[in-house]
């Protein structure tokens, strides 16, 4: 529900506080930003430059998600569950900050992402999230120090306003994938390999806003049926070039590797 995130919400033209009115949230200058039928705000003020992942993808992303595959990284991000506003920066379906929610009764939840396809059901993912349609790499319509935690899990990061909406004593908690994630399939399907400098630029967007406070890797042997692999795909940038129209064989085995690092401001 977008109530509940209200308090924390600012206008993203000139910065002000928002109200729900009807259909459409407000700032006292007149600013309107309309509420979708689906649930979400669209706090956007201008056109974006991507839409973010699509239909497809995302229905692909749920299913694979619910199946229980990726347990282990939401397991490791509930431990960092606190009071205050979650902030879910790249949420996607809302799999995660449901999750954490879950763990954290005290807590509102806030996701935000450029895809209209993931807020659909982000803000239908837990009573307690509200959804937003809002650029990660432009200022967040999130008022100063409004987070207790901040959740990126794979996903774009913003060093700036991630330390400008994160409250003195607050945990940013980054999720990115370890070298071998998922290193058999891409060799056996020709994926795309993680960037083998995705550490160095981690730390370089979060560089003089974070200091990182520990990091863990974790790994899990996954088994996956033919379809499974094909929704595995199907949720991930190699979806754009792989061919999904057909099955692999066989059960496949491959290696979920994620590096988990929580970070407190500089």
Known sequence: MIDGALPYLRCPVCEQSL??????????????????????ANLTSGRTPHIGDTVEMIADRAAFLSAGHYDFIADAIVEHAGDGLILDAGTGTGHYLARVLDAAPGAAGLGV????????????????????????????PVADAAASVILNVFAPRNGPEFHRVL??????????????????????????????????????SLGGHFKPAGTTTLRRALRLTPAE?????????????????????????TTAAVTVTAYHPA
């Open 229 to 253: 692999t094909r929704t595995l795909i199907g949720m991930t940038p190699s979806a754009h070039h792989a061919p999904l129209d057909s099955h692999p064989p066989h059960v496949a085995s």
């Open 19 to 40: 109200a729900r009115v009807e259909r459409s949230l407000r700032c006292a200058r007149g600013h309107g930003f309309d509420l979708a039928k689906q649930g979400y």
């Open 113 to 140: 992402d450029v895809s209209k396809p993931a807020l659909r059901r982000a803000a239908r993912s837990h009573p307690r999230a509200a959804a937003v349609l809002a650029d990660l790499w432009r200022p967040l």
């Open 167 to 204: 409250r003195p004593g607050g945990v940013l908690v980054v999720v990115t994938p370890a070298p071998d994630h998922l290193a058999e399939l891409v060799a056996a399907r020709g994926l795309i390999r993680v960037d083998p400098d995705k550490a160095a630029r981690v730390e370089e």
